[in-house]
């Protein structure tokens, strides 16, 4: 499996589209589709999706900051295992780059 086939369907919180109830139903085209817009759940933008533009990064555990406060504060909200994702997501892009 190549890094650009796998990780393109990850999204900058480090979840992945592909089974999100809202792109199956057709509501949402997925984070990336829509730059971070998804009508069910953000429709002013997503700003985890935002903060990963910025600091030019495919997700957040690529970023040089990782894991920052305000991440974990956002994440930790809705996935308490969401930074170990993040961690474990930037491990194998590593290894497989």
């Known amino acids: 499996m190549s890094k650009i086939k796998y990780f393109d369907s990850i999204t900058p919180c480090g979840e992945c589209c592909d089974d999100c109830q809202h792109k199956l139903s057709g509501d949402c085209k997925g984070c990336r589709e829509t730059d971070g817009k998804c009508i069910k759940m953000w429709s002013n933008g997503c700003e985890i999706y935002k903060c990963c533009l910025n600091h030019?990064?495919?997700f957040c555990?690529?970023?040089?900051?990782f894991?920052?406060?305000w991440l974990t504060a956002k994440i930790c909200s809705w996935n308490p295992?969401?930074?170990?994702?993040?961690?474990n997501l930037a491990e194998q892009y590593c290894?497989?780059?």
């Open 56 to 58: 030019k990064v495919h």
């Open 61 to 65: 555990g690529l970023c040089e900051e």
């Open 67 to 69: 894991p920052c406060q």
């Open 81 to 87: 295992k969401g930074i170990d994702n993040l961690r």
């Open 95 to 97: 290894v497989i780059e």
